[in-house]
């Protein structure tokens, strides 16, 4: 059962408007989310994380929503950017206890058109 | 300043034949883990380590043995290899003091089981 459901595997957005990618989550112990973007034969970078007790997280171009009760969060990138295209995934880390590690969903593939 | 350096980049393997990946930081992070990434798929953890001597198994470990002898190197081993393992293998590492640390990934290792 994938726990972390990005269920848009592609978005196309004019450069200069919003981006909003959305992530969908079914296990509600987790203490940070964590997006991550990736351009093709490199690794995954991280972008920004939001803390379970916050609704919002915002650094630069790039804000992050969280709403607890629809176990639902979402990316906005405003303005979008030509070096914005790229992979986007939605994670969540488990820590503690001596476990670590990211569950990461499929991805978004974002692409910004001129 | 290196960060996460995966070696090979590229490999082509024969069932049954075994290999090494390997993975080194020169961040001295305590956390380092290995995720594999199948084709329209996420990142998914094969094992971690919390620190030098300590390693565990994650959601999709078997068909590979880890060990973690010091605190830069964090080597993938695969004993007996089989078609269902072609992927792209990537490592990470993250400091440990802080929950909310993001992981720091390698640009991969890509393998193809022939």
């Known amino acids: 059962d994938q726990q972390v459901k990005q269920n848009s595997p592609s978005l196309s957005v004019q450069e200069g408007r919003i981006s909003i990618l959305n992530c969908d989550y079914t296990?509600?112990?987790?203490?940070?989310f964590l997006w991550y973007k990736k351009y093709p034969a490199e690794g995954p970078t991280f972008l920004i994380s939001?803390?379970?007790i916050k609704d919002k997280n915002e650094d630069g171009r790039f804000t992050v929503f969280l709403n607890k009760s629809a176990k639902h969060l979402s990316l906005h990138i405003v303005p979008s950017q030509p070096g914005d295209s790229a992979v986007y995934f939605c994670?969540?880390?488990?820590w503690g206890g001596g476990a670590d590690g990211l569950t990461f969903g499929k991805g978004t593939h974002l692409i910004i058109q001129p | 300043n290196a960060g996460v350096t995966q070696t090979p980049k590229f490999q082509v393997l024969k069932t049954g034949q075994s290999m090494t990946l390997q993975c080194a930081q020169d961040?001295?992070?305590?956390?380092m883990s290995w995720y594999r990434q199948d084709p329209g798929m996420g990142l998914r953890l094969i094992h971690y380590?919390?620190?030098?001597?300590?390693?565990d198994q994650g959601e999709v470990p078997n068909g590979y043995n880890v060990s973690r002898s010091t605190t830069e190197d964090f080597p993938l081993r695969l004993l007996s290899a089989a078609p269902s393992q072609t992927s792209v293998y990537f490592c990470?590492?993250?400091?440990?003091?802080?929950?909310?640390?993001?992981?720091?990934f390698g640009d991969g290792t890509r393998l193809s089981i022939l």
């Open positions: 380590s919390v620190g030098a001597g300590i390693t």
């Open positions: 994670s969540y880390g488990r």
């Open positions: 990470a590492s993250r400091r440990g003091d802080k929950a909310n640390q993001p992981q720091h």
């Open positions: 961040m001295n992070h305590e956390y």
């Open positions: 939001i803390s379970s």
């Open positions: 296990n509600s112990m987790f203490d940070y």
